[in-house]
């Protein structure tokens, strides 16, 4: 049975950066693309970044370079983000999902971020 749990989540003020975390367990995780995505109050589902099983791909292009960096060790079955600079508008829940982009499934519960001044 697959289970991802997020953590790392929490009040950050702007400007600030937070690495969240995401264990898994119930499949060969080295083989798959994990995922980040979030979801803000009141906005659809936003696709942040994927990495592939070996970490040697990461999608989407623009993502890399970006506030967002994903990392992933295999060893520990865990998938980070890393989130910089902080603003009022990363304010959301966070989830990892197994497989690649928007519509990968299954998710986590999802840890929350939330920057205020």
Request: proline share 4%; charged share 20%; with cysteine.
């Amino acid at each position: 049975q697959v289970q991802l749990v997020e953590s790392g989540g929490g009040l950050v003020q702007p400007g600030g950066s937070l690495r969240l975390s995401c264990a898994a367990s119930g499949f060969r995780f080295e083989d798959y693309w994990m995922t980040w995505v979030r979801q803000a109050p009141g906005k659809e589902l936003e696709w942040l970044s994927s990495l592939s099983g070996l970490g040697r791909q990461t999608l989407p292009p623009d993502s890399i370079g970006s506030r967002f960096t994903i990392s992933r060790d295999n060893n520990k079955k865990t998938v980070y983000l890393r989130i910089d600079n902080l603003t009022s508008e990363d304010t959301a829940v966070y989830y990892c999902a197994k497989g690649l982009g928007r519509t990968a499934v299954p998710r986590g519960q999802g840890t929350q971020v939330t920057v205020f001044a």
